[in-house]
């Protein structure tokens, strides 16, 4: 099966800039932020990937690095084959078309002096449509589709709730027809019980467009529940990569491990002193450790070889890789 | 054996342009000496607003118009702001969602701590000043050292912002141990954290709860968190409790269909993966239904839901409001 994205060898650091006060007197140097360090992965036609990973771990970057919202600091992404990074700008605003992105924070990210009219409109436009009342019937058509009244068309988001904004976002981001939607968090600032629908919805969505779904959240139930795959990220780095049965019943990487034994259950209860948990946070991303990026707070760490050198990719099965010194061993 | 605390039958309301809206709504509450209840319910359910009710920190524009809230048989709705503060972080601490915006940034985290112990003279009345403030000083360090804030004498001259989340929620629960409270009020302590941080802080307050017997009142949007922690769930739906009782029974055997409902909109990690059941609808508090609230979103409601249900018992120690567990079903 030929990928629908690919990325290869993505890295991308953000620069801070020390004050000018900091750098003459100081002699503070610039500092680098390394968001996201060397991942490679595939997204493949029809597929939901789940990517994961606790905040700072990369992944939103990584999301908006796939459909170039952000240019990689080096790397290549491949869309169908093409790089992207080669692309005129008339030539990446066609492909853009085939690529779109439902934000977490349905409050921010819909412009308040729109009206879902012009909010979906606008993007209709984009494909192409020309006439208003084609446009007018699309959007009425995208509503019916949200189970949304058709009112609404009239409406302002800040006389929807967060679940209705939420659709209107969702419905905005396909009336161009995508074929990959990166979804950053889309459900993360919902309720449990509007979770669902959206989610619900997102699934319905995919079926009937055909679409793909590259679904970044730090919710492992609910990456749990959609994704075909999942991918594990860790301070910028890919850690473990797998079909969802294999990470979610079979994690290899100490990391996933301890992420799965963190999420909260009722059969916990039992544990007498807690059930056992990752000491620590993550290091900072502005000055990652040498060798694997998890050996600070590692609980099965081996030695000198986890913080000196980075772990190999090793195979578990095929489709189901991790990256661990643990792993290779004879 | 009296509890330690007690609501009964509170109620506060917001004026609106377009009404009031009761955010709080005839809740009646206990929590005994030591234990963990879990408050859960999703926004706009009055699960913080009770909590911050109990502190006589109602946010404004709200009013109780009714209730009563009791501390060792005090009533805390009707003590003079003078009481209340001699209350406040000595007798019943409180721990916030959001540790970055609840610790003063300009202040040094030991510092912040210890002005707990100032406030409250809780060392040793009549000690010099001087040697007040090194007691104090001792106590803030043992304390940082209680709650896991690594080389504490480092970390007391640290500002909150040269802190991560998770330490600065350490900070925050070494705040409120400071007076060895007998409740701490946690609201939603580990939302804005990540999971392997939240187990951590979890663990904390599950240690803090064994070793001082201090008890907690955990309010969260997570049925789980609440289930796996507490001894005791009480489900809040618009302001009402819907449903109560123990973890196990909660979860095992939801009663309420709006319990059952949540339950069926989270997703399992299980071999099996089932489709979820969203509820359908959202919450409009503006907008309640004179009968049961959940009634509009309720698959199996009936037309005796539109007068208001009473709480109910159909198993010892297990309550729900619902029609379908009373005579008239």
């Given at each position: 099966m030929k990928p629908l994205l690919e990325l290869d060898q993505i890295s991308k650091h953000f620069l801070l800039r020390s004050s000018l006060l900091g750098r003459l007197l100081a002699g503070q140097p610039n500092r680098v932020v390394h968001a996201v360090n060397g991942v490679s992965m595939e997204v493949y036609e029809g597929e939901t990937l789940?990517?994961?990973?606790?905040?700072?771990?990369?992944?939103?970057?990584?999301?908006?690095?796939?459909?170039?919202?952000?240019?990689?600091?080096?790397?290549?992404?491949?869309?169908?084959?093409?790089?992207?990074?080669?692309?005129?700008?008339?030539?990446?605003?066609?492909?853009?078309?085939e690529m779109q992105i439902i934000f977490q924070n349905p409050y921010s990210s819909l412009n308040p002096r729109k009206s879902v009219r012009d909010i979906i409109g606008s993007a209709l436009m984009a494909r192409g449509i020309r006439s208003f009342h084609e446009r007018e019937r699309e959007i009425r058509y995208l509503l019916q589709r949200a189970g949304l009244p058709e009112r609404f068309i009239e409406m302002y988001p800040h006389q929807l709730s967060?679940?209705?904004?939420?659709?209107?976002?969702?419905?905005?981001?396909?009336?161009?027809?995508?074929?990959?939607?990166?979804?950053?968090?889309p459900v993360s600032a919902l309720d449990v019980s509007v979770q669902a629908q959206i989610l619900q919805f997102l699934e319905e969505l995919k079926r009937e467009f055909g679409l793909t779904y590259l679904f970044i959240s730090h919710d492992l139930r609910v990456v749990y529940h959609i994704s075909d795959r999942v991918a594990v990220m860790y301070l910028g780095k890919l850690v473990e990569v797998g079909r969802c049965e294999d990470i979610y019943h079979n994690p290899q990487h100490p990391y996933t491990k301890a992420l799965l034994a963190s999420i909260p259950k009722l059969e916990n209860r039992t544990l007498t002193g807690g059930r056992p948990v990752l000491e620590g946070s993550p290091p900072s991303p502005l000055n990652p450790p040498k060798g694997c990026p998890f050996h600070t707070r590692c609980p099965v760490k081996l030695g000198r070889v986890c913080e000196e050198e980075p772990p190999p990719w090793v195979s578990i099965r095929p489709g189901h890789q991790a990256a661990c010194h643990l792993l290779s061993q004879p | 054996m009296s509890p330690l605390l007690l609501i009964e039958d509170l109620q506060v309301v917001f004026p609106t342009p377009h009404g009031s809206v009761r955010a709080v709504n005839g809740l009646s509450l206990q929590l005994g000496v030591g234990e963990r209840v879990g408050l859960v319910g999703e926004s706009g359910s009055g699960k913080s607003v009770t909590l911050l009710t109990i502190l006589g920190l109602t946010p404004a524009p709200?009013?109780?118009?009714?209730?009563?809230?009791?501390?060792?048989?005090?009533?805390?709705?009707?003590?003079?702001?003078?009481?209340?503060?001699?209350?406040?972080?000595?007798?019943?601490?409180?721990?916030?969602?959001?540790?970055?915006?609840?610790?003063?940034?300009?202040f040094k985290v030991g510092e912040q701590v210890r002005e707990s112990?100032?406030?409250?003279?809780?060392?040793?009345?009549?000690?010099?000043?001087?040697?007040?403030?090194?007691?104090?000083?001792?106590?803030v360090l043992q304390l940082m050292a209680e709650v896991g804030i690594p080389s504490p004498e480092e970390r007391y001259e640290a500002y909150p912002h040269e802190f991560s989340g998770g330490m600065q929620q350490r900070a925050m629960i070494a705040i409120a141990l400071s007076c060895d409270p007998e409740i701490i009020l946690a609201d939603e302590p580990t939302t804005a954290l990540?999971?392997?941080?939240?187990?951590?802080?979890?663990?904390?307050?599950?240690?803090?709860?064994?070793?001082?017997?201090?008890?907690?009142?955990?309010?969260?949007?997570?049925?789980h968190l609440a289930a796996e922690f507490c001894d005791r769930i009480v489900v809040m739906y618009a302001g009402q409790v819907v449903e109560c009782g123990s973890s196990e029974e909660v979860l095992r055997h939801p009663k309420h269909p709006y319990t059952q409902g949540l339950l069926n909109a989270l997703p399992e990690i299980h071999p099996q993966k089932a489709p979820l059941q969203p509820i359908p609808g959202e919450i409009d508090l503006a907008a309640l239904p004179p009968g049961c609230p959940f009634a509009p979103r309720c698959n199996r409601a009936m037309p005796v839901c539109q007068n208001p249900p009473e709480l109910l018992e159909p198993v010892p120690g297990h309550q729900v409001r619902c029609f379908l567990y009373g005579d008239t079903a």
């Open positions: 789940g990517l994961v990973g606790e905040s700072g771990s990369g992944k939103s970057t990584l999301g908006r690095v796939a459909i170039r919202l952000q240019e990689p600091t080096s790397g290549t992404v491949r869309f169908r084959g093409q790089d992207l990074g080669r692309l005129s700008a008339a030539q990446m605003r066609q492909l853009r078309r967060g679940g209705q904004r939420q659709r209107i976002s969702i419905l905005r981001a396909l009336a161009v027809r995508p074929r990959l939607v990166v979804a950053d968090e | 709200g009013r109780v118009i009714r209730g009563r809230i009791l501390f060792r048989g005090m009533n805390l709705l009707e003590a003079t702001p003078r009481q209340l503060r001699q209350i406040r972080g000595r007798h019943i601490a409180m721990i916030f969602q959001d540790p970055m915006t609840t610790l003063n940034p300009v112990l100032r406030v409250h003279n809780y060392l040793a009345k009549g000690v010099l000043p001087g040697r007040r403030r090194n007691l104090e000083r001792q106590r990540d999971v392997t941080v939240q187990a951590q802080i979890m663990n904390l307050l599950d240690r803090i709860n064994r070793t001082r017997g201090t008890a907690i009142l955990l309010v969260t949007h997570d049925l």
